[in-house]
């Protein structure tokens, strides 16, 4: 149980497009959901933080305007990266919380997005 | 500002040989501790967690161990095999970052067979 899914798992786009990228619960409804950016070698570094049915909120230094995050429904969030740079190549990786399973704190991590934008 | 780190950047061990990795934090306030697993390319992966009432907690080869004195964390794993070999990180949660969960830096874990 506590599966994460994200889609696509790698994607390459142009300077100047915009990439979405999903976050799925599929056997749970994730009251919160997390997005983390991760460089090569680096540790993962939270983006932002988004409830059900609210506006995100956003780390210091990440341009909301720029991360887009809807999180419409318990189970699906989406991360759209607007006019990507090749600067905004990374590896995204979302997790999921559910208040109501477990001890309700855990995060359960997808298995990231490969973004390259060229 | 608040940041959890690691003492070594790489780890490497012999295959059955026991790996111990470390973790320092800062933040007083934290509450909740965990260690996650990361191979290339992938997301992390829960290996164990620990509450701070807590100094000590054992799953399976993993032994967790917390001094809130000193704000140190470290994983232990027992007879280490080639399929351990990731980098590792500590994560920490406290009071005052609600739900969000600060990483350290990670460590690198080679199991030479």
């Known amino acids: 149980g506590a599966v994460v899914s994200q889609h696509p798992s790698w994607v390459i786009c142009k300077s100047g497009t915009s990439v979405k990228i999903e976050c799925r619960s599929l056997?749970?409804?994730?009251?919160?959901m997390f997005w983390y950016r991760q460089f090569p070698k680096q540790s993962l570094m939270l983006m932002a933080t988004s409830n059900e049915g609210s506006k995100a909120t956003y780390e210091q230094g990440v341009e909301k305007d720029k991360f887009l995050i809807n999180h419409a429904s318990l189970t699906l969030s989406t991360l759209t990266v607007t006019s990507a740079h090749p600067e905004d190549s990374s590896f995204y990786i979302c997790?999921?919380?559910?208040?109501?399973?477990?001890?309700?704190?855990?995060?359960?991590f997808g298995p990231g997005t490969r973004l390259t934008v060229t | 500002g608040e940041s959890v780190g690691l003492h070594l950047p790489t780890l490497s061990v012999q295959e059955g040989d026991n790996s111990i990795i470390n973790c320092a934090y800062s933040?007083?306030?934290?509450?909740?501790f965990i260690w996650y697993k990361q191979e290339s390319g992938k997301g992390p992966q829960f290996i164990i967690d620990?509450?701070?009432?807590?100094d000590k907690r054992q799953g399976q080869r993993v032994t967790v161990l917390l001094n809130k004195t000193v704000k140190h964390l470290s994983l232990q794993i027992a007879a280490t095999q080639p399929g351990d070999s990731a980098v590792y990180f500590c994560?920490?949660?406290?009071?005052?970052?609600?739900?969000?969960?600060?990483f350290g830096e990670g460590t690198q874990l080679t199991v030479n067979p």
């Open positions: 933040n007083s306030a934290s509450d909740y």
């Open positions: 994560a920490e949660n406290g009071e005052t970052s609600g739900s969000r969960l600060t």
């Open positions: 997790s999921a919380r559910d208040v109501f399973r477990g001890r309700g704190y855990e995060q359960y």
């Open positions: 620990i509450r701070s009432n807590m």
């Open positions: 056997d749970f409804q994730a009251t919160t």
